[in-house]
């Protein structure tokens, strides 16, 4: 104002100079300049004036222009008052040295302003402004679109909008450092574009605005929703398995914003035992091996990612691998194998015979049946993997054996006569039976067990089984057999003794039967004075003392019985009937007690010192006791059963060692073999009998 003020001072000799100047020279030029700067930055509603300055003429006509639209023109010190443009009548007033001067103006005259200055005869010169008009920046605020960046994103866009202002510069910047455009972001008019945004970019992110009168500065804290990323599960301890019994702890992590806690499920069912996504197994069972699911979900994004765990629980199998050997159609072998229970199933081979094939829990193999296998021990590995095991099996072809003979009376009161041949092997030997040369079937005469190892013959007549052919039995199994033939005797005693007590009142009478004997039971005969009182359970009848008489009767299976109250001064003979049902078979060998007719010792001594001239006498003796002995025993020969030719012809003893061994191997230990009580020897009787007397019947 006061440089205007100057102007209008200094006016009078501005004017005297140019009329000196025009009246001097008439063809004086025109020219216009600016007082000051071309460009004017102004606050909205302030004064504003664009100064010129011109020469070389008095009273220019001057136009000025916004942009190439005249907004008034006036001709300098006439008396018409300028003429400005209707809608800016209120804001433009052109000074009488040309200067145009904005009152309170508004922001939208901002603009390029030129004055035009004619003078005819002098031409037309011009200046041209350049005029900003600013307002103070108010009431910025930050807004984002969409209300959440997400990874993922295409895009994410955050835009200032004010209520006034202008801006001349914006600044951008992120956590305090200053964005340029590039591949990730772009400023743009009022926004700022984050490209495909992710976790890095969450954080603080500002604008700065500014024009020549003010600035101001906006924040927003901008949150990046991302994940559930991968969850990372472990087991702890970490072991490739665990023990039934273990305790254990499962968890489950996982990256993301926001995040719920994640959640185990389990055989379809959420467990809800947890805390922060670890799950406390302890005491855990097989039952809970198995898959393990974590679930993480993003409760903003709906995103949920599942991860999951397989847990291994193992348990040993019950007690130990067992092996077995079994014959496939009597001509294969099949090796077993089993170890049942466990979690898993223990994996079983036979490494020796293939390693190739193997089964859980129970495993066999076939295997052709060779003499390679043939008491070779077969090893079958279990492993599990808590313990490793094993079983052996020992393919055996069939043993030596014996056959034995057991006999029985049945319910209808037939003789049953069974046969038993066990042949120790493994496989298990199959028993097939014949007689002489056809096979035995089974029927109401034979009957073989379901395991074959037995053959039971059922008859009234004891004929039946000494006539009829040997019996044969073959023990097969696929690594080889033993056959062995069989001829039932009848009712024999092969062996007896008699044992009497110190006193003299009591004997044991002991005996015994060939193995291949048909025996279902013994009398007892006795010869001599009555017994002095009747112990027993059954009566003595009154006999002459000179035949014998049955005192008692045993079953089949008795090898012993005890004869009570015999009178020491007396001389009794016993002997023992064997009996196949109502046959008699030979009666044994005769045992002698007590003095009697015998020689005591003193007859002996006499005897002995009368040698020389007896001997006559002595044989005449022994001649009459022969003959005396040879009529007794014709005499108490009864009506024996049907006696085989090879039974006459053959001893008994010896004839069961030849039909047994084959007549090739020396005497069999029959106590060592599989036999029944009934034909082992019974122990001996309670009290200490003395050595067995040789009685002098025999001399
Ligand atoms: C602008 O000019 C008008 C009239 O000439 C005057 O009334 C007003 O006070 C001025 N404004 C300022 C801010 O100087
Ligand atoms: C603008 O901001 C001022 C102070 O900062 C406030 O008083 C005023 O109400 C705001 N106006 C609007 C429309 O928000
Ligand atoms: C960024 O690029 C846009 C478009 O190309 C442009 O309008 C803007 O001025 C640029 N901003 C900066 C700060 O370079
Ligand atoms: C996030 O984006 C930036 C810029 O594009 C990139 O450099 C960075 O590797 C990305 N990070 C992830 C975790 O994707
Ligand atoms: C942004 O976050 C920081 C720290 O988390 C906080 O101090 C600031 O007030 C937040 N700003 C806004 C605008 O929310
Ligand atoms: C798991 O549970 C057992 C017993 O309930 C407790 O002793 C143990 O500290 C727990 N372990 C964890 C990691 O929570
Ligand atoms: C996880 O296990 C569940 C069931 O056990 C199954 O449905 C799902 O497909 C499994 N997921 C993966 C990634 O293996
Ligand atoms: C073994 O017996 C089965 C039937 O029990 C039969 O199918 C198979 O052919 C027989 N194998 C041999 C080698 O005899
Ligand atoms: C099995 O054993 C045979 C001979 O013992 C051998 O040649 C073969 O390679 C073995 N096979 C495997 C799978 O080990
Ligand atoms: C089986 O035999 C092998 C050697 O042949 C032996 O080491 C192992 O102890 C035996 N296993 C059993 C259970 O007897
Ligand atoms: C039974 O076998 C014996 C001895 O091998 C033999 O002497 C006898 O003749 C056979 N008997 C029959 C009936 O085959
Ligand atoms: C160009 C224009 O609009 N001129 C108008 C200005 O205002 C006067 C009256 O105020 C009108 O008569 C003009 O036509």
């Known amino acids: 104002m006061m440089w205007l003020e100057g102007i209008q001072?200094?006016?009078?000799?501005?004017?005297?100079?140019?009329?000196?100047?025009?009246?001097?020279?008439a063809n004086c030029r025109l020219v216009v300049s600016p007082v000051g700067s071309t460009l004017v930055n102004a606050l909205a509603g302030t004064n504003v004036t664009l100064a010129v300055s011109y020469s070389g003429a008095s009273d220019p006509v001057v136009t000025w222009f916004k942009g190439t639209l005249p907004v008034g023109t006036w001709t300098i010190n006439t008396n018409f008052p300028p003429d400005i443009a209707n809608d800016s009548r209120s804001v433009l007033?052109?000074?009488?040295?040309?200067?145009?001067?904005?009152?309170?103006?508004?922001?939208?005259?901002?603009?390029?302003?030129?004055?035009?200055?004619?003078?005819?005869?002098?031409?037309?010169?011009?200046?041209?402004?350049?005029?900003?008009?600013y307002e103070i920046i108010q009431n910025v605020t930050l807004i984002t679109a969409p209300q959440f960046a997400q990874e993922g994103a295409e895009r994410f866009t955050l835009q200032y909008n004010m209520l006034q202002g202008v801006v001349?510069?914006?600044?951008?910047?992120?956590?305090?450092?200053?964005?340029?455009?590039?591949?990730?972001?772009?400023?743009?008019?009022?926004?700022?574009?984050i490209f495909g945004p992710n976790r890095t970019d969450k954080g603080s992110y500002s604008v700065t605005l500014r024009n020549p009168f003010s600035s101001m500065t906006m924040h927003k804290n901008v949150t990046v929703l991302y994940g559930p990323d991968e969850p990372i599960v472990e087991a702890l301890p970490?072991?490739?398995?665990?023990?039934?019994?273990?305790?254990?702890?499962?968890?489950?992590?996982?990256?993301?914003?926001?995040?719920?806690?994640p959640q185990w499920i389990f055989g379809g069912k959420i467990l809800s035992d947890f805390h922060q996504g670890v799950l406390n197994l302890t005491n855990v069972q097989t039952s809970q091996g198995g898959s393990y699911t974590c679930s993480v979900l993003n409760e903003m994004t709906k995103e949920k990612r599942e991860k999951n765990v397989t847990l291994k629980v193992y348990d040993r199998p019950l007690g130990s691998p067992i092996c077995s050997v079994v014959s496939v159609n009597n001509s294969d072998l099949q090796?077993?194998?089993?170890?049942?229970?466990?979690?898993?199933?223990?994996?079983?081979?036979?490494?020796?015979?293939?390693?190739?094939?193997?089964?859980?829990?129970?495993?066999?193999?076939?295997?052709?049946?060779?003499?390679?296998?043939r008491d070779i021990t077969i090893t079958c590995l279990a492993e599990h993997p808590i313990e490793q095991n094993t079983c052996n099996i020992t393919a055996k072809s069939p043993r030596n054996f014996l056959p034995t003979v057991k006999t029985s009376v049945d319910s209808d009161g037939k003789i049953a006569v069974t046969i038993r041949c066990v042949s120790e092997a493994s496989?298990?030997?199959?028993?097939?039976?014949?007689?002489?040369?056809?096979?035995v079937i089974t029927g109401s005469t034979y009957q073989i067990s379901s395991d074959t190892t037995q053959?039971?013959?059922?008859?009234?007549?004891?004929?039946?089984?000494?006539?009829?052919?040997?019996?044969?039995?073959?023990?097969?199994?696929?690594?080889g057999n033993q056959r062995k033939l069989l001829q039932l005797q009848g009712p024999t005693i092969s062996d007896s003794s008699l044992f009497p007590n110190q006193d003299g009142t009591i004997i044991t009478l002991t005996w015994e039967v060939p193995p291949t004997s048909v025996v279902t039971g013994f009398d007892i005969q006795m010869k001599g004075p009555d017994l002095l009182s009747h112990g027993g359970d059954y009566s003595v009848p009154k006999r002459s003392s000179k035949e014998y008489r049955i005192i008692q009767q045993k079953p089949g299976y008795a090898r012993s019985t005890d004869v009570f109250l015999l009178d020491p001064d007396m001389t009794y003979r016993f002997r023992i009937i064997p009996k196949a049902r109502l046959t008699d078979g030979e009666p044994s060998e005769v045992h002698r007690i007590g003095p009697g007719d015998g020689l005591s010792g003193s007859a002996i001594a006499g005897i002995a010192a009368g040698i020389p001239c007896s001997i006559l006498t002595l044989t005449l003796l022994i001649g009459l006791i022969f003959l005396i002995f040879y009529h007794h025993k014709k005499k108490s020969n009864k009506t024996r059963y049907p006696v085989s030719r090879a039974v006459k012809t053959t001893q008994p003893k010896a004839a069961s060692h030849n039909i047994l061994n084959g007549g090739l191997r020396p005497p069999p230990d029959y106590n060592s073999l599989h036999q029944t009580p009934s034909e082992r020897s019974v122990t001996l009787p309670m009290f200490v009998p003395p050595a067995p007397v040789r009685v002098a019947t025999t001399v």
């Open 335 to 373: 090796y077993q194998c089993k170890w049942a229970g466990g979690t898993p199933e223990a994996q079983l081979s036979f490494p020796a015979l293939s390693n190739i094939s193997s089964g859980a829990g129970t495993f066999s193999l076939t295997v052709t049946s060779s003499a390679n296998l």
């Open 455 to 479: 053959l039971k013959i059922r008859s009234h007549n004891i004929s039946t089984f000494l006539l009829a052919p040997n019996y044969t039995c073959t023990c097969r199994n696929p690594l």
């Open 238 to 261: 970490i072991q490739p398995f665990y023990k039934a019994g273990d305790s254990l702890i499962l968890s489950c992590r996982a990256e993301g914003f926001p995040l719920s806690i």
């Open 93 to 133: 007033e052109i000074e009488k040295d040309g200067s145009l001067t904005f009152k309170d103006v508004p922001q939208h005259f901002t603009g390029s302003y030129t004055v035009e200055l004619t003078k005819s005869g002098h031409g037309t010169v011009s200046v041209t402004f350049n005029l900003n008009i």
């Open 168 to 193: 001349e510069q914006e600044i951008w910047r992120f956590n305090g450092r200053d964005l340029q455009n590039s591949t990730h972001y772009l400023m743009e008019g009022t926004s700022l574009v």
């Open 427 to 439: 496989p298990q030997a199959v028993v097939s039976w014949s007689q002489g040369n056809e096979s």
């Open 9 to 25: 001072k200094l006016r009078p000799v501005l004017m005297s100079v140019l009329f000196i100047l025009t009246s001097q020279g």
